[in-house]
C-alpha cells in the first residue's frame, strides 16, 4: 500500500512509519523537515498551510493525517488530494464530542461546535507563529472531521482517541493528566 502521512516524526508519525515499514508498505512523508526519521522513506518537506502544491500530481492509497488542528487546512489538505487518495484518515480527538464527561458514549454522540468568533480566534496566529486554539482544540477537531468529510464524503475514516502516549512522547501531557495538574 502506498500511504502520504502528514505530520512529523517526533511522536505519533514515528509510530505510523514504523508499523506501515514493518507491514511492508511504501510511504511518503509531508512535512516541514523539523523531525526525521533515519529511514529510506520519501519525504517531501513542506509547510501544510502554505505548501500542499507540493503534493499534487502525485498518487497514494490512503493519506493519515496526523496534525490537523484547523479546519480550513484541513479542507485544503483533503482538496488537494480529493483526486490523489482512495481514502483519507483523519487523527481526530475525543474531544471533538460535545461533552467528554459522559461515559460510555458512542460514536455518533453530538460532535462540538464554534462559534464564527471562536473559529476567528482560532484562524489568529499568534507572535510565535502557532495557531492559538485557547480552550477551542474539541470544537476545532470536530470541524476538522466536517471539512474532511465534506470535500470526500465517504472516503474519510476519522480517528478519536483518547490521550496518546508512549515511547518518544514530548508532550508530557500524560504525567499531567496522571497528577491531575493543569497546564
Known amino acids: 500500500m502506498k500511504l502520504l502521512i ?9 509510530h ?16 516541514r523537515g ?15 498551510h502554505t505548501e500542499l502544491h507540493k503534493l499534487k500530481g502525485r498518487h497514494w492509497d490512503a493519506v ?3 496534525c490537523g488542528h484547523l479546519p480550513r487546512a484541513v479542507r485544503a489538505a483533503a482538496e488537494i488530494l480529493a483526486e490523489s487518495v482512495n481514502r483519507y484518515v483523519f487523527i ?16 455518533d454522540y453530538p460532535l462540538g461546535t464554534l462559534t464564527e468568533e471562536q473559529l476567528n480566534q482560532a484562524n489568529a496566529i499568534d507572535t510565535k507563529g502557532q495557531p492559538s486554539y485557547g480552550g477551542l482544540y474539541g470544537g476545532l477537531k470536530a470541524l476538522c472531521e466536517r471539512a474532511a468529510e ?4 465517504g472516503r474519510v475514516l476519522v ?4 490521550l496518546i502516549v508512549g515511547p518518544h512522547d514530548y508532550s508530557e501531557m500524560f504525567a499531567i493528566w496522571r497528577s491531575g495538574r493543569s497546564r
Open 159 to 162: 480517528l478519536r482517541p483518547g
Open 6 to 14: 502528514i505530520g512529523g516524526t517526533r511522536f505519533l508519525g514515528r
Open 92 to 107: 481526530s480527538s475525543q474531544n471533538a464530542y460535545a461533552d467528554v464527561s459522559v461515559p460510555d458514549i458512542a460514536e
Open 34 to 48: 523539523n523531525q526525521s526519521l533515519q529511514t529510506d522513506v520519501e519525504t517531501i518537506e513542506g509547510d501544510r
Open 64 to 66: 493519515i493525517d496526523t
Open 150 to 153: 465534506e470535500v470526500m464524503p
Open 16 to 31: 505510523l512509519v514504523t508499523a506501515a515499514l514493518a507491514r511492508k508498505h511504501e510511504i511518503s512523508l509531508f512535512n
